[in-house]
């Protein structure tokens, strides 16, 4: 098995990332600056913002951090996003999901202004996406574009599946590998599909984004396939500090004797997704400002 691991290509963008940073701000531009909101204390939230935050500060971008109650009223949250939108100092706006039941999350990210949308998950950015026309693209879908490309995995012709539809992995992604140029023939699969096997058996390059851990193992791939592994699932370790560790959606080690390409969990996907994340970031600064 080849171990696609992702520290590599995300400390070669976070580099390059860096050093376009600093010509932006040598140019007289104050640094790219992005709004973090995170409302509740879901663990796992916390961490994804902490770490959010961190890799901001290591860029030398600006980020200003809103931190919420769980009881915050949806009225309060848009307002805030309204003020967000028309602070000038205000390059992108990042809103941790998922948010309390009580906020339609729909509301708010169609509140975001489109050029503040830094996550691509608004109608207008996917809508674009959709059609193939420039925009943000959703930070964890271009990670792995991202993927393909650093380890030379070609798509044109190639029969991908991707399980899982949602609007921020499984349906991107799925755009992204059937663009013209880009040239896969994909399936989509979600919980009624009548046999996910027959999909995956026949595919070159699988994408999983189910949050099921070990839906996928080695029996129902064919021997030197592409598995991209999206999911992020925590799951009781009582041999960890914790108490949880961090698993993926595919049985990692039963790839090990294979010949396939496998992207690990931790060290793989969710790497490239907060690149992708100051990336965007970055293009909102320049796009506004530059
Ligand atoms: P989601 O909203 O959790 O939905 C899961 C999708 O998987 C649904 O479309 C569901 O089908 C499908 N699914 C679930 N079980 C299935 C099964 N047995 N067979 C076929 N399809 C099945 O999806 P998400 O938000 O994309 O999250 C998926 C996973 O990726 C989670 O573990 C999440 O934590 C992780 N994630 C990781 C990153 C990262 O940066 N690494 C970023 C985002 C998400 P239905 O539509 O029929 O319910």
Redesign the pocket.
């Known amino acids: 098995m080849e171990r696609l691991g992702c520290k590599k290509i995300k400390d070669g963008l976070l580099a390059n990332l860096k050093e376009r940073t600093q010509e932006f701000i040598n140019k007289g531009n104050k640094a790219p600056s992005l709004a973090v909101v995170l409302v509740g204390d879901d663990g796992a939230s916390q961490s994804y913002v902490a770490t959010k935050c961190k890799m901001a500060s290591l860029l030398g971008f600006v980020h200003f951090d809103y931190r919420f109650d769980e009881d915050l009223k949806e009225e309060e949250l848009l307002s805030l996003i309204d003020k967000l939108n028309l602070d000038d100092d205000v390059d992108g706006i990042l809103v941790q999901l998922p948010l309390p039941k009580h906020i339609d999350a729909d509301k708010i990210i169609n509140r975001i202004a489109k050029e503040k949308d830094v996550d691509g998950f608004s109608p207008y950015n996917l809508g674009r996406l959709m059609l193939g026309q420039e925009c943000f693209e959703p930070c964890?879908p271009k990670g792995i574009m991202e993927i393909f490309k650093y380890y030379d995995i070609p798509l044109s012709g190639k029969n991908v599946t991707v399980?899982?539809?949602?609007n921020?992995?499984?349906k991107p992604i799925s755009v992204m590998c059937m663009q013209k140029g880009v040239d896969a023939t994909v399936t989509v699969?979600?919980?009624?599909?009548s046999d996910?096997k027959a999909h995956t058996l026949a595919s070159d390059i699988i994408i999983v984004?189910?949050?099921?851990p070990g839906?996928l193992d080695s029996s129902v791939v064919k021997d030197g396939a592409v598995v991209i592994d999206?999911?992020?699932?925590r799951v009781a370790d009582p041999s960890s500090e914790k108490g949880y560790k961090v698993v993926g959606?595919v049985d990692y080690d039963s790839f090990l004797t294979t010949e396939c390409k496998v992207t690990p969990v931790p060290g793989g996907?969710?790497l490239m997704?907060v690149v992708m994340l100051m990336e965007n970031t970055l293009m909102a600064a320049m796009r506004r400002r530059g």
């Not at 699969?189 to 599909?193: I, L, W």
């Not at 999206?230 to 699932?233: A, E, F, Q, R």
């Open positions: 964890t399980i899982g539809r949602s921020i992995v499984g699969c979600n919980t009624k599909t996910l984004a189910a949050g099921r839906i999206v999911g992020v699932n959606d996907v969710g997704t």
